[in-house]
């Protein structure tokens, strides 16, 4: 090729305007190993385009020139919205240029030193990039220099640009492009297959790589690979695993560390197969959905340097074993040990269960002894603040966190008696002064409580439905909320002002509650709360007129739990003249004798349906029970025994609670049913109607 007359001079934006007759050049605007980009105005047209020239050093070789018009013809064959677009390619002697749409947005290189991007525009920067790869890839062309350098910032999105090492797929002249030896790409974002500089091994999959490396570098500001030189970039790109990004920036989810640790696996077969598995796992990522890339495990490093070195790992392996043969051997000759402080341990826990259980017991008891001192008091304020004193104390010396169910109850109570006493205002207050606004799991749940004793219901609603949001896998918060419903509908249904429609969707609601939280219990297997659930739905249930359902469930909640009175109470409320006898198998109901002495003297004896039942406060129920006698002379009691006092205690308060609870409503309490009411209105109706 013959000299050409522009070698030497250097190019500028008055001299590009004497060759090239269809553009008025501005200014130079960057400037790389394969072209000089200036900023134009193309004539006639008069659009903003950029312009890069060949130097004229660079024309002289042949190699050089096609490598330049590559660039053009590979980015002419693309039309897609993430690439920037090619609009005129032209030569005039030995000036070869070609222009293409200005983009005026930095580079993302220059975006870096401001510092690192968010996690959303990474994702972003991803799907913009990927898909414009997967694009090319489908029109067969290969970029292999994806950084972040050749990503800029057009507005909202993302564009790729300088496919000057760009390959078609289908061409096999890449030995004639480079020199032997040559490394095609930037060191810090090549793949071990660009290194090794095996030009067949070149695919898509390197281009994912190089992504995978860019959008690294852009979320910890830094690229995954770092060395003083070119070769030892290269060599720890060869030899070391990427340092985890989680372990670098903690708000890093850890689906997006998995995809990027996919593109950077040095087995280009691990890698993903194309730019659009990667885009569409990124599109997952944003969408907040599964992708297919999986979390990296603690054991994977392990498992890729096996991969690199098989002999070495075979020999770590065999070490391994005899290691592990040799502490068996001594692990085995201290087992008797082990099985004795296990034994210990499990004689431990057995005595804090029963510990446990008898503190239920006793809090149960007080709490019932305040409540029916309270009833029984009306017009003697000294008997109710004494009442109200009993449960103060409680609140003092009970240990919440432990016993939850109770702490909420207790505080039910304590909010009922200031209510009843005009003082609500100064009990939150109080409340208020203690907890403060936490939003911890038990704070919420007696706030709620709180409020539903001090009948704030639309309030106590609220804070149910806020537990459920932050611990959506808690059934008590769903059926709180199902029992505040409850209470909602009975105020509007004996309102003279009320709106039975109106009521009517609070019970349903209230039944759906109880569906989600009868769900979380059985997936919990707490076979006790979900029959909890399933008497506060049969009790909406009947509400709602569907008794035949509300029998299901109550009958359902007695097989989980026999002892359930409020249960019993309800079903006899279905159906007036049900044997008591279907229920509970005759020989499970024992009379207890008066004399606490002789606790062994109880003998069990049927009890006919029609059998008049002495009338018994829960109180003196509570008095009968042999446990109760023994209780106070020592701790060394029976567990059997004090579980079962445990239960009979939880079914008497449940009791007693639904009497409570349904005092002003219609629908009959659990337990409440007696003879005296034979004449009362069928099941499913109140008594206004």
């Given at each position: 090729m013959n000299e050409s007359p522009l070698l030497g001079v250097e190019l500028t934006a008055e001299l590009l305007n004497e060759r090239l007759e269809s553009y008025r050049v501005v200014r130079e605007v960057g400037r790389g190993a394969m072209g000089i980009v200036f900023e134009a105005h193309q004539r006639g047209l008069e659009r903003r385009v950029a312009v890069k020239v060949l130097p004229p050093n660079l024309s002289m070789r042949d190699r050089t020139v096609r490598r330049f018009l590559r660039e053009a013809g590979a980015m002419g064959r693309l039309a897609h919205t993430n690439i920037v677009d090619v609009y005129q390619v032209g030569s005039h002697g030995s000036l070869h240029y070609f222009a293409m749409r200005f983009v005026d947005g930095p580079p993302l290189d220059l975006v870096l030193k401001a510092g690192v991007l968010g996690i959303g525009d990474v994702v972003q920067v991803g799907i913009d990039v990927a898909s414009a790869l997967a694009h090319a890839h489908s029109r067969g062309v290969l970029h292999r220099d994806v950084k972040p350098s050749n990503l800029l910032r057009d507005g909202e999105r993302v564009v790729l640009t300088d496919f000057g090492l760009a390959k078609p797929m289908d061409s096999d002249d890449e030995d004639a492009m480079t020199e032997s030896g040559d490394l095609v790409g930037t060191p810090l974002y090549m793949s071990p297959e660009q290194i090794s500089g095996d030009s067949h091994g070149i695919d898509a999959r390197s281009d994912v790589w190089g992504l995978g490396a860019t959008l690294y570098e852009l979320l910890i500001g830094r690229p995954p690979f770092s060395g003083g030189s070119a070769q030892a970039i290269l060599n720890a790109i060869l030899h070391r695993d990427p340092v985890l990004l989680r372990r670098q920036r903690a708000d890093v989810p850890q689906d997006l560390e998995a995809v990027l640790l996919k593109c950077l696996e040095k087995d280009r077969n691990r890698r993903y197969s194309g730019a659009a598995g990667l885009h569409a796992d990124l599109l997952a990522i944003q969408a907040g959905q599964s992708v297919s890339a999986r979390p990296p495990r603690f054991f994977d490093p392990a498992l890729r340097w096996s991969r690199r070195h098989p002999y070495q790992a075979a020999g770590v392996l065999i070490a391994t074993l005899a290691f592990g043969a040799f502490v068996w051997k001594l692990q085995s000759s201290d087992q008797k040990r082990k099985d004795a402080v296990k034994e210990q341990q499990v004689a431990v826990s057995a005595r804090k269960v029963a510990v446990s259980l008898q503190t239920m017991a006793i809090i149960n008891m007080e709490l019932l002894a305040a409540t029916d001192q309270w009833s029984n008091a009306e017009g003697n304020n000294g008997l109710r603040l004494h009442a109200l004193e009993r449960v103060l104390n409680l609140q003092m010396v009970m240990p919440f966190d432990q016993y939850p169910e109770i702490a909420a109850q207790i505080m039910r109570v304590y909010a009922r008696f200031s209510r009843e006493l005009g003082n609500s205002e100064q009990a939150m207050a109080d409340f208020n002064r203690l907890y403060g606004e936490g939003t911890s799991r038990m704070v919420l749940a007696m706030r709620g409580a709180m409020l539903e004793g001090l009948e704030k219901l639309p309030e106590a609603l609220a804070v149910h439905q806020q537990r459920a949001s932050l611990y959506p896998k808690s059934p008590e918060s769903w059926l709180d909320g199902a029992r505040v419903l409850y209470m909602i509908a009975l105020r509007e249904n004996s309102s003279s002002s009320g709106d039975p429609i109106s009521a009517k969707?609070?019970?349903?609601?209230?039944?759906?509650?109880?569906?989600?939280?009868?769900?979380?219990?059985?997936?919990?297997?707490?076979?006790?709360?979900?029959?909890?659930?399933?008497?506060?739905?049969?009790?909406?249930?009947?509400?709602?007129?569907?008794?035949?359902?509300?029998?299901?469930?109550?009958?359902?909640?007695?097989?989980?739990?026999?002892?359930?009175?409020?249960?019993?109470?309800?079903?006899?409320?279905?159906?007036?003249?049900?044997?008591?006898?279907?229920?509970?198998?005759?020989?499970?109901?024992?009379?207890?004798?008066?004399?606490?002495?002789?606790?062994?003297?109880?003998?069990?004896?049927?009890?006919?349906?029609?059998?008049?039942?002495?009338?018994?406060?829960?109180?003196?129920?509570?008095?009968?029970?042999?446990?109760?006698?023994?209780?106070?002379?020592?701790?060394?009691?029976?567990?059997?025994?004090?579980?079962?006092?445990?239960?009979?205690?939880?079914?008497?308060?449940r009791g007693l609670r639904d009497v409570l609870r349904t005092a002003a409503s219609g629908v009959p309490a659990a337990g409440a049913a007696s003879d005296a009411s034979k004449d009362a209105a069928p099941a499913g109706t109140n008594g206004n109607q």
């Open positions: 969707r609070q019970f349903t609601r209230a039944v759906l509650l109880c569906d989600q939280a009868l769900d979380r219990a059985v997936r919990a297997l707490d076979a006790n709360l979900a029959a909890t659930v399933m008497i506060e739905r049969a009790r909406c249930l009947i509400a709602l007129n569907q008794v035949d359902k509300a029998e299901l469930d109550l009958r359902q909640a007695l097989e989980n739990d026999p002892a359930r009175a409020d249960a019993r109470g309800l079903l006899e409320a279905c159906k007036p003249k049900l044997d008591f006898e279907e229920l509970v198998p005759p020989e499970t109901i024992a009379v207890v004798p008066a004399d606490a002495a002789q606790p062994d003297a109880a003998i069990a004896k049927p009890v006919a349906s029609n059998q008049q039942k002495p009338a018994t406060s829960p109180l003196k129920a509570l008095a009968d029970l042999p446990l109760i006698g023994r209780m106070n002379q020592s701790l060394e009691i029976d567990k059997k025994d004090l579980a079962d006092a445990g239960k009979n205690l939880t079914s008497i308060y």
